[in-house]
Structure formats: structure tokens, C-alpha cells
């Protein structure tokens, strides 16, 4: 005898179906395709750190993360600016196309976590969230925006708390130092820096089309990014 319909296997039922994952449990980053990534266009690209990992806005930390910087770069692929706060990295990135990208993100991500795990008392696991933020930048506006917010992110997250920096304060845990596109500066500072650890620019959109509007104030709050 065939069961009424609803009642006993299949059909709906009170409470069936795949549960709600709770708001806190998702992740930040959606799980949707990325954008295409064209060979001319330069990416502002986010990684942050999953929950209980120390603070990355250290000397030791930062010495590793320039390191796998540096070594990060590959034919195609390259970091041309980056931003270190305490539990995300922000990074300008040129790729060739989406493989390049993916690989060179990967290759990254593989490095950073050996060599931090290694030096937060022999850490084990996951370092970073499951995916990285990639934002294709495809106008010299759009560009000098991700510039401003990239190099200038340590006073975007003090003024959040109402603080300020001095003025001509450079960023040590980012790019800043090396930049040659502050407004009243010819020059850059590779005793603030360090050894310099970004690649050369090759996309026009990074070279020079940024400039048409106009160098970044050192001194300058950046908005939200775009």
C-alpha cells in the first residue's frame, strides 16, 4: 500500500532541505566567480587571516613577508605595492590572466603560511580565509584610488578609532617608502623601506595612467575602496 503523499519517504517535511548557514559562520569572501583578468589591467588584491593568528605588524613577521614578496614574483606575475595590517594583507598585483593569477596567489599563500606558522611558536594549519578578494582596476581613476588605499591604509584604519598620524608619516609596514608618486616628493626612502620588494610596473594603467589624476597626498585619509 502506497504511503499518502508527504508522509514517509521523499516529499516535504517539517524541517527538510539544506540548513541556513548562520551569518557569523560564513565567510567574507562570497563564493561567486571572479572577475576576468585581462593582461593590462592591475588587481587590488585582499588576503586577511583567519581567527587567533597574531598580529602581522611586527619586525619578524614583516622581514618574512617581504621576503615571500620578493620571491612571489614570476614571469607574468608580480606585487608592484602592499599594505600589512595587523590581520590583512593588501596587495597591487599585475597577472598576465586568471591561471597566472591563481597560481602566483596560491604560490604565495603556500609561502606566507610556512614561513609564519614557522615563526608564531610552530603554528599549524590554515593561515589564511578559504579565498582572496581580487578587484580588477580597469581606469587610471579607479587605479589611483586603489593606490591611495593601498599605500595610505594604516591612517584609514587609525582615523576609524579617531587618531591621526603625523604629517609625511610613511607607512614601514607597506610600500610607502618606495613610491615615487607622492605629491611634493622626487624622492623615496629605501632606509625607511628597506630593500626594495615590489616588482617594476609594466601595465600602462600603473606606469602612467594613474598619474593624469594627479600624485597622492601622503597626508590624505583614503576612502572606502572601490
Known amino acids: ?3 499518502p503523499r508527504g508522509v514517509g519517504r521523499g516529499g516535504w517535511r517539517p524541517g ?3 540548513k541556513r548557514i548562520a551569518e557569523h559562520a560564513r565567510t567574507r569572501v562570497a563564493h561567486r566567480r571572479r572577475p576576468a583578468v585581462a593582461s593590462g589591467t592591475p588587481l587590488h588584491v585582499t588576503l586577511r587571516l583567519v581567527e ?9 613577521p614583516l622581514r618574512w613577508i617581504r621576503r615571500c614578496l620578493q620571491l612571489a614574483h614570476k614571469e607574468g606575475f608580480g606585487v608592484v605595492q602592499f599594505s600589512v595590517q595587523g590581520n590583512h594583507l593588501h596587495l597591487i598585483v599585475e597577472a598576465a590572466d586568471e591561471r597566472v593569477l591563481s597560481r602566483g596567489m596560491q604560490g604565495l599563500q603556500i609561502r606566507l603560511a610556512k614561513r609564519l606558522n614557522r615563526l608564531f611558536s610552530g603554528r599549524r594549519g590554515k593561515l589564511f580565509r578559504e579565498r582572496y578578494h581580487a578587484q580588477p582596476l580597469r581606469s587610471p581613476r579607479q587605479v589611483r584610488s586603489a593606490l591611495a588605499y593601498v599605500l595610505n591604509n594604516r591612517r584609514r584604519h587609525l582615523a576609524a578609532s579617531g587618531k591621526r598620524l603625523e604629517p609625511g608619516y610613511l607607512d614601514p609596514y607597506s610600500s610607502a617608502a618606495t613610491f615615487d608618486g607622492w605629491a611634493g616628493r622626487t624622492w623615496t626612502d629605501s632606509r625607511l623601506a628597506g630593500e626594495r620588494v615590489t616588482s617594476e610596473p609594466k601595465t600602462w594603467l600603473l606606469r602612467v595612467g594613474w598619474k593624469r589624476h594627479g600624485p597622492l597626498d601622503v597626508d590624505a585619509v583614503p576612502g572606502p575602496a572601490r
Do not use: I
Open 16 to 18: 527538510a532541505g539544506r
Open 52 to 60: 587567533g593568528v597574531p598580529s602581522l605588524r611586527r619586525p619578524k
Open 1 to 3: 500500500m502506497l504511503a
